[in-house]
């Protein structure tokens, strides 16, 4: 869904500059451009005790073995395709400012991955709806995009490497000028949030779930980008945006200094709304990429590598590499609280 709305130059200006501003402090990055692509070099963490180093990197020891199990083309070719929707901190954004230098938990781990089995693993900034359906058409070969592994997802023709697992959030302006403490406060509220994630498809059911309830729904505002997201709760066109938590803890603490937005804390989610896994999305019928990362991933967590990376970024860690199991997390869960 596309958003538009006709504006008088000045408008214009003020929006762009705000996107802009956005854009450079909240998400620490660039430049958006589809085309930009990694370099093997490990980011610098947000965290304080950064524990990740290009050493770090250099040390990997490659294991031939995996790079034969890859699909012929890949072995052919050197390269993996990896597509991630930049910004979206603390898993992928810019770094430095007014780079295309992808940075991020996501790019850390694609370029351990890539070198454990001894491979490039490119990184290309592409819109999140984009990559889903460049990798079903075989443009691409996977997405590392703090990518929910769902049942939708699933049964929609796609396979996951889980490697970690977060919830979503609601992130508002700082204040709180709304009084937003939980779900049941986005009732007949504007809401935004990034088209094509689950974010959206949760909006959705929770829509189903008021008007169930007799309570006014929502009107989602769904945008292609996060930073237009941030810029519609910034321009009051929105009273929050749903994201993923970890993504709204790291732009309330980053952006302006702290000054611009805030998450809600609900004492009934702490962990966010339903907790999903986090995985690396695969066409489903690449049975051999999908084996190969799962078995590279598993040596990383054996080595200690896996979790020296993810502790740089302060994210929740699994303790295996496992294949499609989002949907037995998520339901082992707490339900998330009904409006």
């Not at 070099?41 to 020891?61: F, H, N």
């Amino acid at each position: 869904m596309k958003w538009t709305r006709s504006r008088g130059f000045v408008a214009v200006a003020l929006v762009a500059f705000a996107v802009l501003a956005i854009v450079l402090v909240a998400a620490g990055c660039g430049s958006s451009s589809s085309t930009a692509s990694s370099s093997a070099t490990p980011s610098t963490s947000s965290s304080a005790a950064a524990k990740w180093t290009a050493a770090d990197l250099a040390a990997i020891q490659t294991d031939a073995s995996l790079k034969a199990m890859l699909p012929a083309a890949n072995q052919s070719s050197g390269l993996v395709k990896t597509m991630s929707d930049i910004p979206y901190p603390p898993w992928e954004f810019f770094n430095p400012v007014n780079s295309t230098n992808p940075a991020g938990f996501d790019f850390d781990l694609s370029q351990a991955l890539g070198k454990k089995i001894g491979v490039t693993v490119s990184f290309t900034n592409t819109p999140f709806d984009s990559a889903l359906l460049a990798v079903k058409g075989g443009k691409g070969d996977m997405i590392m995009s703090d990518m929910y592994d769902s049942a939708e997802r699933q049964k929609a023709g796609y396979s996951f490497v889980d490697y970690s697992y977060d919830g979503t959030g609601i992130l508002v302006a700082k204040g709180n000028p709304q009084g937003i403490a939980n779900l049941d406060s986005l009732s007949g509220k504007t809401v935004a949030c990034e088209s094509g994630t689950t974010q959206q498809v949760f909006l959705q059911k929770l829509n189903v779930q008021f008007k169930s309830a007799g309570k006014p729904t929502m009107q989602i505002l769904t945008l292609q980008k996060q930073p237009d997201a941030l810029l519609a709760v910034q321009s009051k066109r929105a009273v929050a945006v749903l994201t993923d938590r970890s993504t709204a803890i790291n732009i309330a603490a980053t952006t302006n200094g702290g000054n611009s937005f805030e998450v809600v804390n609900d004492p009934a989610a702490p962990k966010g709304y339903d907790p999903q896994m986090v995985a690396i999305g695969i066409s489903a019928k690449n049975t051999q990429l999908i084996g190969t990362m799962q078995k590279a991933l598993q040596a990383l967590i054996d080595e200690g590598t896996y979790q020296k990376i993810i502790s740089s970024w302060e994210l929740q860690p699994v303790t295996s590499a496992t294949v499609n199991q989002g949907p037995a997390f998520a339901a082992s869960q707490t339900a998330s609280p009904s409006p």
